[in-house]
């Protein structure tokens, strides 16, 4: 016997060998007033009442409470999945009979029977804004981050949870998310500026505009603003095959991520973090048009050596003392965003990023005495300087600070 879940296509097998229903048979009568095989109805029910475990769901009814323009409580609308077990006998019976007459030729597989079970109260019975179903859902891992980098993912979460997005309206990450400021509840973490590492405020936040980025393409929006970030990062390879290019930065006033809802209906943003599989999950609500959206995974068109490694005197340092920023390698990446309209029109959009490889950078103090003349190390306009988790990282060096 096997069952297939409808929703999350998973499948599971049980084999009833002849140990197992031996107890159950009994002879019957069949349409000729033959003598044949059976098998015993309530003692086979006794045994698929056990499967009940691995098939029922109960179904959930929707939840959406509103407060200040946000969605402070909402939950979607499912239905519920039971299993029949008398269909489920009937089928079983009838499989197992069939062997009275040619052993030969059986039936051996019997799928399990359910009936779908409809909530109290679906979703869109919940709300008057016509938001019914999932449009979309991006994923994005934060597996060994900082700890203050977790929080301030963690309260971007929070703030983007519940979200209401206008017909027509622009979404804006930084908008929603923003500002990224102590007083707003953001916390320093180390990014690299030039050549320096220091604390900022608000550090991590690309991994808010890469999930939000992958959602928006999942559900078919039309991506008014992205860049990717300037470095290849762990925390942003594609899920399927590792590579960079699916990612999207956040950096205020110049770098956003934006969509427009142009689905002529009211979209809410649902986000949900998890800290065991360090995984965020984010969540696109509304009402289905008929519009689909996907994408390739990023290929990688050429991969750039680090460099060589640089030591610079900094008088900001204790004599003697060294901080390590690990190398990155630069890479060309590209990847198809492909949006099938509610019209049916297919529209193809090529997302090529560029990102610069960068040396491992090592501070030293000195003397303040010494002169510190400290080489350029070029940040191109606009891009966002600060390290994270690298592909390649240089480890023959000590106290190497992997940041953001």
């Excluded at 690299?192 to 999930?211: F, V």
Aim: charged share 25%; aromatic share 8%.
């Amino acid at each position: 016997m096997n069952y297939i879940n409808p929703q999350t296509k998973l499948r599971k097998d049980w084999t009833l060998k002849p140990e197992d229903y031996s107890a159950w048979l009994e002879v019957v009568k069949d349409e000729n007033n033959d003598l044949i095989f059976g098998l015993n109805q309530e003692k086979a029910i006794k045994y698929l009442e056990d499967l009940r475990m691995y098939v029922d769901q109960p179904a959930e009814s929707g939840r959406f409470v509103m407060e200040n323009d946000k969605v402070k409580e909402f939950k979607g609308s499912q239905t519920g999945i039971t299993l029949d077990v008398l269909k489920t006998y009937e089928e079983l019976n009838r499989a197992f009979k069939a062997r009275n007459y040619e052993p030969g030729d059986t039936i051996k597989t019997v799928a399990l029977v359910t009936e779908i079970v409809e909530p109290e109260v679906k979703l869109g019975d919940a709300n008057d804004l016509g938001i019914t179903d999932i449009i979309g859902v991006g994923y994005s891992t934060f597996r060994d981050s900082h700890n203050n980098r977790i929080k301030n993912i963690a309260h971007a979460v929070q703030r983007l949870n519940g979200v209401l997005i206008k017909p027509d309206e622009e979404f804006s990450a930084n908008h929603y998310a923003g500002p990224y400021t102590a007083e707003n509840g953001y916390l320093p973490e180390a990014v690299i500026k030039g050549n320096e590492i220091k604390d900022e405020i608000g550090g991590g936040m690309c991994q808010i505009g890469t999930t939000l980025f992958r959602m928006a393409m999942n559900s078919g929006m039309d991506i008014t603003q992205r860049r990717n970030h300037s470095l290849v990062v762990s925390y942003y390879a594609d899920p399927v095959n590792g590579n960079p290019g699916t990612d999207a930065t956040l950096y205020e006033p110049i770098l956003d991520l934006k969509f427009k809802n142009d689905t002529g209906n009211y979209l809410l943003l649902q986000t949900d973090i998890d800290y065991k599989k360090q995984q965020l999950t984010f969540t696109l609500w509304g009402k289905p048009d008929g519009r689909t959206g996907s994408y390739t995974h990023p290929l990688v068109s050429k991969w750039i050596p680090a460099g060589a490694p640089q030591v610079i005197k900094s008088e900001k340092l204790a004599p003697g003392k060294k901080d390590c920023q690990a190398a990155f390698r630069g890479a060309v990446a590209s990847f198809t965003y492909t949006r099938i309209t509610p019209t049916g029109e297919k529209i193809e959009r090529v997302f090529d990023s560029y990102y610069r490889p960068l040396p491992q950078i090592c501070l030293v103090g000195v003397d303040p005495n010494e002169v510190v003349v400290p080489p350029p190390v070029e940040c191109p306009e606009g891009e966002v300087c600060e390290p994270v988790v690298p592909v390649e990282p240089v480890t023959d060096v000590p106290n190497t600070t992997t940041t953001n």
